[in-house]
């Protein structure tokens, strides 16, 4: 028990990390306490975006006074955590029991414990942060759309993708890669104060693609954060960069980039998003949802049409893990968030737990020690793609709660080289033990090593839609 939640040991253990308790089988364990208990009642929690639209999940908890009704406020809290990284959202409607809405009420106000998020979130969406508390029945039923994504791969096409680590760039010619190039960034990119410095990058890259091509019809950028009309609201490769100094010379940089070649149509997505796409168009499948391990942890997803959601689908800050003691997101200042986990920090913390000595060096280039470790038959360093792949499978248990799907792509830095094979192989096996009723209806899928490596710049050149 923590916090009032039952925390079931996972039956496929990350070899380097046994205090980890997965959200999955803690949601399912109190899933399985509320029906048992005949005492369940109903929990409707409703998110409101900026453009109007909402996003609602309705659930169960325990009635007021149950027996396991302490459990309520943990899960709610975990439960609207998620929903608010994973759809995003402004104001928050909460209907069942009043004191699980008066909790989340406290916790999202200001000097609250998830005051971060109601702080961001309100940024995001140039809105006061808001928590309702009314009745299940009261709470709005989902309203909102999908639009279509990508997909254009006529003409001289550009892709650039970019992460913390490094940036790719792709020149493409009806749909044929005909270039790419991975650079790693020369200094920690979110230390630069000076947004100078990062469109020099971009736009010599954006150049060096252009060299191949005849001529250049469209720019489509992938990079982490969040993107409005092709503007940068939040985006961790900037944090350096002083708020004034973001609103002059970094809304519009991707923008900049495009004109500094002419006036070339651009779109900049998340990476996320564009990691789904990526995954849809390989398969040519829908109901996709792409992971990237790369320096964070970014998701996008495809639905069942084809289309993308509004929604943020920023995985990195979503809690798969409930132990009350799990590492801490310096950032949000929570504990349990993706990143920790699905990603080089936690390829880094694995290593360190599990005695390998790495140098002191950029996150990027303590990775490669650790694949080249795992290359030479390192088992301290296998066991770090064994933990991951655990943490992956559980993960995904998680995320089918959230999406509907039928595909899971797993791309990123940490996928590629030997490491890949390892994670994938366990997370199958998580699946497998745990989740046996998702093995025939999620298939998991390691792109080849050029398509984890660039394949988010291609899919990145299919963004803009050119007329003729």
Request: glycine fraction near 12%.
């Amino acid at each position: 028990m923590s916090n009032g939640l039952n925390l079931p040991l996972p039956r496929v253990a990350p070899p380097l990390d046994a205090q980890f308790r997965p959200a999955a089988i803690a949601n399912r364990a109190f899933r399985a306490a509320v029906s048992r208990s005949g005492r369940g009642v109903p929990l409707a929690v409703a998110l409101e975006r900026g453009d109007g639209s909402i996003s609602t999940v309705r659930t169960e908890v325990f009635a007021s006074g149950a027996d396991g009704a302490e459990q309520n406020l943990p899960y709610a809290e975990r439960l609207v955590k998620f929903l608010l990284w994973q759809r995003g959202g402004w104001r928050v409607i909460v209907g069942g029991p009043p004191e699980v809405g008066q909790h989340l009420q406290r916790a999202y106000a200001a000097g609250g414990i998830r005051a971060f998020d109601a702080d961001f979130m309100g940024g995001v969406y140039e809105h006061p942060f808001t928590v309702e508390v009314t009745d299940a029945d009261r709470v709005p039923d989902t309203r909102e759309g999908t639009t279509p994504l990508g997909r254009h791969l006529d003409g001289c096409r550009i892709g650039l993708d970019v992460g913390a680590s490094d940036y790719k760039v792709a020149a493409v010619v009806d749909g044929e890669d005909v270039f790419s190039e991975e650079t790693v960034w020369d200094a920690d990119p979110k230390l630069q104060s000076d947004p100078v410095y990062h469109y020099e990058r971009f736009l010599g890259a954006v150049r060096r693609a252009a060299e191949h091509l005849p001529r250049v019809d469209a720019i489509g950028v992938s990079s982490a954060g969040v993107y409005i009309d092709n503007r940068v609201r939040v985006a961790s490769v900037f944090r350096g960069v002083p708020k004034d100094a973001f609103e002059a010379q970094v809304a519009d940089i991707y923008l900049e980039v495009g004109r500094a070649l002419g006036e070339i149509p651009l779109v900049a997505v998340n990476d996320g998003e564009v990691a789904a796409l990526a995954g849809s168009m390989a398969l040519e499948a829908n109901a996709v949802l792409g992971i990237a391990l790369g320096s964070s942890e970014a998701g996008g997803y495809v639905t069942p049409e084809g289309n993308i959601t509004g929604w943020l689908n920023e995985l990195a800050f979503c809690p798969i893990d409930y132990h009350p003691e799990a590492p801490l997101d310096e950032w949000s200042g929570d504990r349990g968030a993706g990143v920790q986990y699905l990603s080089q920090v936690g390829a880094i913390r694995l290593a360190t737990a599990g005695g390998l000595e790495l140098p002191d060096a950029t996150p990027a280039e303590r990775l490669v020690v650790i694949q080249d470790r795992h290359a030479a038959g390192d088992e301290r360093a296998r066991g770090v793609f064994e933990s991951i792949g655990s943490y992956l499978g559980y993960a995904i248990a998680h995320y089918a709660g959230f999406y509907d799907l039928q595909h899971v792509l797993i791309l990123g830095r940490v996928t590629s080289r030997e490491g890949g094979p390892v994670i994938e192989a366990q997370a199958v096996r998580v699946l497998q033990e745990e989740f046996p009723e998702l093995v025939g209806t999620i298939k998991l899928h390691l792109p080849d090593e050029t398509s984890r490596r660039v394949g988010q710049a291609v899919a990145a050149a299919s963004l803009p839609y050119v007329s003729r």
